[in-house]
């Protein structure tokens, strides 16, 4: 696999003034509050939701004991707006180009040593809110689940090496911020921003019964794998999840060979319990989508969208609606503007939820003339909610009993229940709920090339393609026909994997 190599190169943002290249290249939101003026470069850890002209820095948290049903927010005060200072980085860019290519950096120290660095998505935060803003909150633990990139960026820390370093006790948990800028090199900046706060641990008292590997009970869906395996690797897994170090853990199965070697159960859940996996379920739509298309009710995955709607009747109509392929949904890089990782996007899954039609909602979306140009990829789940759509009106009786009859009955699958759209259509977007053991059936139909116990239930090519490198999302990470792809190295091993996934951590690999 050939691999672009990034370097990564700090700038110092104060040489650079001197060299009176830091004139400001947009108007940032002026520094009136006094509190914003005494924490310029700092950020505030709080608990609950304040705006800004009622804060006091007593507001202002010295140590937050680490629950699941609690509110931990930052506060970040900057001397100037994001576009500002990567126009430091890159003096000859356009606001535009800058908001486009670039974005904030956050570095996590748990007790003074670096845990986690990530570049956040380019898509998090408007053009408008990076030429703006100077002060701006970030949710990091919500107890109202509030939908937020930076709830993710928490959660993604936590799953890289925070989980590991927050044990029982007390800790200090540090967070500085810079500007990063991508183009065909990463230039960094200096610190804009950075705080601290004192972390406390609870300990958990864990019954060691939890701890065990639990024994599989026979069944007829699957034969037992009776090949070993480190129970002690299981048990300290278990641990971990009895502990709450890995948080709201229900199940794991693994399959080996075709067999089934280890099914374990959490925090009340049981083999007959059905978990919602939220956007695992768009797998699915890509599965039903390939079995459609080898039925013959639908061409191939490049018919245009125009061959089942008449776009010109939807509100924005351009011409580059008229080129939008079922690929272009499938693969998260259509040019419609939309995208869930931007909250103040259009298309923005939380839009479309409160609508009477989300399929109407989709289709009256402007585009993007950025992505129209250039497609990349950028997640957006009301794309696949029209999948489901035009995959309900092309086969007979629909999409819900055409699954039942052509995935699920085959896979033996009986117990599942579906969401529904505001048109009664089964929801493609996410929510749809199985066993444990049914998920692991559909991870193994794709080990299989589509095939289970003798029937060809996918074609092997259409099995190819959802899990092949449809397009980049990052270095080493790719997506398919709504399938992940990434490669991971464990013990200095690379494995690629292709997986479905969900909000929550939910994950068929």
Request: glycine share 6%.
């Amino acid at each position: 696999m050939t691999r672009q190599i990034i370097f990564s190169i700090i700038i110092s943002l104060t040489s650079l003034a001197v060299l009176g290249q830091s004139d400001d290249l947009v108007k940032s939101d002026s520094i009136v509050y006094l509190i914003h003026k005494a924490n310029i470069g700092k950020i505030a850890f709080m608990g609950q939701t304040i705006p800004i002209e009622k804060f006091n820095e007593t507001d202002f948290l010295n140590s937050f004991e680490l629950k699941e049903k609690a509110d931990l927010n930052i506060s970040v005060f900057l001397g100037n707006s994001l576009t500002n200072y990567l126009h430091l980085l890159a003096p000859q860019l356009t606001a535009d180009e800058l908001s486009k290519n670039g974005n904030y950096q956050f570095t996590f120290f748990v007790d003074d040593k670096k845990t986690y660095v990530e570049n956040l998505n380019i898509g998090a935060g408007s053009a408008d809110s990076k030429n703006q803003r100077t002060v701006f909150r970030v949710p990091l633990i919500s107890a109202t689940n509030e939908d937020s990139w930076g709830r993710f960026l928490w959660n993604r820390f936590l799953m890289s090496g925070g989980q590991e370093a927050l044990t029982s006790g007390a800790h200090i948990l540090k967070i500085e911020i810079r500007p990063y800028l991508k183009l065909t090199e990463v230039l960094t900046g200096q610190i804009i921003a950075e705080g601290q706060i004192n972390i406390i641990v609870p300990e958990i008292k864990i019954n060691e019964n939890q701890v065990k590997v639990q024994r599989i009970k026979p069944l007829k869906d699957w034969e037992i794998s009776n090949d070993q395996f480190d129970k002690l690797k299981i048990e300290e897994l278990n641990r971990k999840i009895a502990s709450k170090t890995f948080k709201d853990i229900t199940s794991i199965v693994v399959i080996k060979d075709g067999k089934l070697l280890i099914e374990e159960y959490f925090n009340g859940a049981s083999r007959n319990s059905l978990h919602d996996t939220r956007s695992v379920g768009k797998s699915f739509a890509s599965t039903i989508l390939g079995i459609a298309i080898k039925d013959n009710y639908i061409k191939n995955e490049m018919q245009l969208l125009s061959n089942f709607y008449n776009l010109k009747s939807f509100q924005n109509y351009s011409t580059p609606k008229d080129s939008i392929t079922l690929k272009n949904l499938l693969t998260m890089s259509s040019a419609f503007d939309g995208s869930d990782m931007n909250q103040e996007s259009p298309g923005n899954e939380e839009n479309m939820y409160p609508t009477k039609n989300w399929v109407q909602f989709t289709l009256n979306l402007p585009i993007d003339k950025t992505k129209a140009a250039t497609p990349k990829w950028d997640y957006f789940t009301a794309g696949v909610v029209v999948i489901g759509d035009i995959i309900n009106k092309s086969v007979p009786n629909g999409l819900e009993k055409y699954a039942h009859k052509n995935l699920f009955l085959p896979l033996g699958i009986t117990n599942y229940k579906w969401q529904f759209t505001p048109q009664k259509v089964a929801n493609t977007a996410g929510g749809l709920q199985l066993r444990s053991l049914d998920y692991a059936k559909f991870g193994q139909l794709y080990k299989n090339n589509g095939n289970w116990k003798g029937k060809q239930i996918l074609t092997q090519e259409w099995v190819s393609k959802s899990l092949s490198h449809q397009i980049t999302i990052s270095e080493g990470e790719y997506y398919g026909y709504l399938f992940w792809n990434k490669t991971y190295n464990v013990e200095n091993k690379d494995y690629e994997v292709s997986y479905s996934s969900g909000n929550g951590g939910n994950k068929i690999l």
